[in-house]
T-cell receptor, first 112, second 116 residues
Framework: DAEITQSPRHKITETGRQVTLACHQT?????MFWYRQDLGHGLRLIHY???????NKGEVSDGYSVSRSNTEDLPLTLESAASSQTSVYFC???????????FGPGTRLTVT | AQKITQTQPGMFVQEKEAVTLDCTYD???????LFWYKQPSSGEMIFLIY??????QNATEGRYSLNFQKARKSANLVISASQLGDSAMYFC?????????????FGQGTTLQVKP
């Protein structure tokens, strides 16, 4: 069955380190999204992509970057991790801009 | 600016009864989509139901229905015959179509607890 996976599922890192969270989907969806979930804020969009070589900033993109070298993967990089980036990170994909988004299982990141 | 508001931080319902989770939205887009997602304690986000702004009928998916009142800008989720497995956090989300980006704006969620 097609699916969307994230790795690692849990990560503890130190302030200032670079961290990359992986997202992989097998639906061949062009649209992929990264969100972060924090108490009191629901889910907020970090970055999104409509296809290979396309990336766009969301509402909370500062300190994060993404790259899209193929259809299946959209890795999220924290250039220099900060304690404010401690959160649960969700990757999602959709067939089109107007389709429902399917979410990965999430990555819980703790920055100490 | 687009905004989703879920005013009920927590709700209780008795097993087998129906429950309504409230969601109001604000957008200037003439075309938009409204979604509900379920997040159980295990953490994954599960898509439940979708309503398009031009859909004439309220969306239904099994025990889930979306009470869409466009003039009131509300998109309440109705769960019929609640089950213990319905205990979870529920998020309302909106997609504005003018930019054709597919971006979702989420509410802060409502925690539902189903009592046996």
């Amino acid at each position: 069955d097609a699916e969307i996976t994230q790795s690692p599922r849990h990560k503890i890192t130190e302030t200032g380190r670079q961290v990359t969270l992986a997202c992989h989907q097998t639906w061949n969806h062009n649209n992929m999204f990264w969100y972060r979930q924090d108490l009191g804020h629901g889910l907020r969009l970090i970055h999104y992509s409509y296809g290979v070589q396309d990336t766009n900033k969301g509402e909370v993109s500062d300190g994060y970057s993404v790259s899209r070298s193929n259809t299946e993967d959209l890795p999220l990089t924290l250039e220099s991790a900060a304690s404010s980036q401690t959160s649960v990170y969700f990757c999602a994909s959709s067939e089109s801009a107007r389709s429902e988004q399917y979410f990965g299982p999430g990555t819980r990141l703790t920055v100490t | 600016a687009q905004k989703i508001t879920q005013t009920q931080p927590g709700m209780f319902v008795q097993e087998k009864e129906a429950v309504t989770l409230d969601c109001t939205y604000d957008t200037s887009d003439p075309s938009y989509g409204l979604f509900w997602y379920k997040q159980p304690s295990s953490g994954e986000m599960i898509f439940l139901i979708y309503q398009g702004s031009y859909d004439q009928q309220n969306a239904t998916e099994g025990r889930y229905s979306l009470n869409f009142q466009k003039a009131r800008k509300s998109a309440n989720l109705v769960i019929s015959a609640s089950q213990l497995g319905d205990s979870a956090m529920y998020f309302c989300a909106m997609r504005g179509d003018s930019s054709n980006t597919g971006k979702l704006i989420f509410g802060q969620g409502t925690t539902l607890q189903v009592k046996p």
